[in-house]
């Protein structure tokens, strides 16, 4: 898989990421999280927050991002739930990618609860 560039957004699309906690088409401040999602158990979770605002991944460094996102390890060390998959077979530029892009959108303040 190749990249073009940072912020190519065509990238995302076909690579089918971001369907829940961020379609980047999807709505106007779909990307400051709190959308409503089941896991396993049937239980409601929230997407996350992944603007660049404290209240997302604001002050997130990219390994930690990159923790989280291949090994479900989140920037606090907790576990993250389903229906997040995990992305172990991305290659670092592709994470270094991904994390520049999320830093490049509008940062929007939104603290969503976790549970
Ligand atoms: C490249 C695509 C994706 C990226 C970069 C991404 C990023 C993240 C990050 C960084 C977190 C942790 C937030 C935190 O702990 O504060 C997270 C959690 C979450 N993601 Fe994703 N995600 C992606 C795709 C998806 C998809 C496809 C789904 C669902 C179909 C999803 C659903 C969720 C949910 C429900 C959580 C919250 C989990 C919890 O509270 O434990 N994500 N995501």
């Known amino acids: 898989m190749r990249i073009q560039k940072s912020t190519d957004k065509e990238y995302f699309g076909r690579k089918g990421l971001f369907r829940a906690d961020s379609n980047i088409e999807k709505s106007k401040g779909f ?6 999602m089941m896991d396993k158990a049937g239980n409601k979770v929230l997407t996350p927050n992944l603007t660049p605002h404290e209240t997302g ?10 923790r989280t996102i291949t090994n479900g390890i989140n920037k606090d060390m907790n576990p993250v ?6 992305y172990p077979e991305l290659t670092e530029t592709e994470i270094s990618a991904i994390f ?3 830093q490049s959108i509008p940062p929007i303040k939104n603290e969503v609860k976790k549970k």
Do not use: D, R
Not at 31 to 36: L, P, V
Not at 57 to 66: L, M, R, S, Y
Not at 81 to 86: A, G, K, N, V
């Open 31 to 36: 990307m400051g999280g709190g959308n409503k």
């Open 57 to 66: 991944i604001g002050n997130w460094t990219e390994a930690e991002f990159a």
């Open 81 to 86: 739930t389903y229906p997040m998959p995990l």
């Open 100 to 102: 520049a892009y999320l």
